[in-house]
């Protein structure tokens, strides 16, 4: 339904600035748990990005120079990883990735059904540290993404109370959430569609919410979310 | 609606290619035609995928050299997005953003990315904002009907200069509040209060129109 569900002018700057980017830390994964949680929240943020989306049209073109095609192309057919000649991602890499390797123990330790993944992998695993928020006990929720099973494992939580569903859920940029699956108390891998897999990169984020049993009816999130985490490459 | 059969893609492609150009074509069919490329991407069709890069690379470069304020930065960012387009084309829905406008979202994203990795600045004063040309017809001036660009257009002139400048410079340059802070040399909380009730101002002038 898209019909202009009016939020309050406040919502609508804070929305906004989502959509722009201006907000960050703190402010922003506020509002990103707010898009999970609120649907109209989330309507006015994809409206604000289709409405800026129209700037894109100003934006002058520059033509790249002519042999980064191939420079594309040749990725394309080795490892699905970006060159990442003269990419400094310095501190900022540095440190997701220790904290990542942390989150891939944490992840890994749990008994598993499934052999362990090679850490070496052709293409990066990713993990995520699911972190409890609001009222619920401070938890973080380990999951970890293996590209060439195309599963997501995710560590055993108690964050469901009795009666209701942990359901999963990935958000790519500013986009509403989508959902991946129902988590188990116990340890909980879900093997991904080609299309869910594709919607499993860095930078995404993975919230939980807590659902009535067989999980949300509407398809988005409709009680409350515990927790939220970046997705990063090993 | 005019026939598409006369814009084929290599048509569409040749054309943009050399500098006079004819009318823009019909913009939902060429739409529709970067959709369908985009779903053939998916596919793992790497002529498409060749095709789409063809008409779309000039657009997220552009973006790219912007934000990074660096070509060979632009380059990786740019390559980077298309290896990313390439095994996220499946995860494009049509119907939601435009493909244009996923693809060119994509690519600011990960300019923005590589700009605060690298702790680049953006060199470029606020007035350069404003220099970003006019809408002029663009053979990818795909993201929405004539009607709806001439509102948002509208609307942004009816702002006054400074909070124009302000949010052009947001979205173009891909700052924040704290950076546009910075560099127009105001207060954090001037500058918020200043784009947010431009904001809720232009939310104001285009809710007279019906949601999309």
């Known amino acids: ?185 116990d340890v909980t891998v879900i093997r991904l569609t080609p299309a869910d897999r594709a919607r499993i990169a860095a930078g995404a984020t993975l919230a939980i919410s807590i659902e009535p049993p067989g999980g949300s009816p509407t398809g988005q999130p409709t009680g409350p979310v515990v927790g939220t985490g970046g997705l990063s490459a090993v | 609606m005019p026939g598409w059969s006369r814009h084929d893609g290599r048509g569409f492609c040749n054309r943009r290619s050399r500098s006079t150009l004819p009318p823009v074509p019909d913009p939902a069919a060429a739409r529709a035609h970067l959709g369908d490329l985009l779903i053939r991407t998916g596919s793992e069709d790497r002529a498409a995928f060749g095709e789409l890069y063809d008409l779309t690379s000039a657009k997220l470069f552009g973006i790219a050299l912007r934000i990074c304020g660096d070509r060979a930065a632009a380059e990786d960012v740019v390559h980077e997005v298309y290896l990313l387009i390439w095994r996220r084309a499946g995860a494009w829905e049509p119907g939601r953003a435009s493909p244009i406008s996923w693809m060119a979202t994509i690519a600011r994203n990960r300019a923005i990315d590589w700009r605060r990795a690298a702790g680049v600045r953006a060199a470029q004063p606020i007035e350069a904002a404003d220099a970003v040309p006019d809408p002029a017809p663009d053979a990818l001036a795909l993201a929405a009907t004539g009607d709806e660009r001439a509102r948002l257009f509208g609307c942004m002139d009816g702002l006054d200069p400074r909070t124009r400048a302000a949010i052009r410079t947001a979205f173009f340059d891909g700052l924040t509040y704290r950076e546009v802070a910075i560099r127009e040399a105001t207060p954090l909380a001037t500058i918020k209060s200043v784009i947010r009730r431009g904001l809720i101002r232009l939310r104001d002038c285009l809710g007279r129109e019906a949601a999309p």
């Open chain 1, 1 to 185: 339904m898209n019909a202009d569900h009016r939020v309050p002018a406040e919502d609508e700057a804070t929305a906004a600035e989502l959509a722009l980017g201006l907000i960050e830390g703190e402010e922003r994964a506020a509002a990103l748990r707010r898009v999970l949680a609120e649907p109209a929240f989330a309507a006015a943020v994809e409206r604000w990005r289709v409405r800026l989306a129209q700037l894109f049209d100003l934006w002058p073109d520059a033509v790249p120079p002519p042999e980064l095609i191939d420079r594309i192309d040749a990725s394309l057919d080795g490892a699905p990883r970006p060159a990442t000649r003269r990419m400094p991602w310095p501190l900022i890499a540095t440190i997701a990735t220790a904290v990542a390797a942390c989150l891939l123990v944490f992840v890994v330790a749990r008994p598993d059904p499934v052999s362990p993944p090679p850490i070496a992998a052709e293409a990066p695993a990713l993990v995520a540290g699911i972190a409890g928020t609001g009222t619920a006990e401070r938890q973080v929720v380990g999951a970890l993404y293996r590209p060439e099973t195309g599963t997501l494992r995710v560590a055993a939580s108690t964050l469901a109370p009795a009666g209701r569903v942990a359901q999963l859920w990935v958000i790519a940029g500013d986009a509403p959430p989508y959902p991946l699956g129902l988590l188990a108390a």
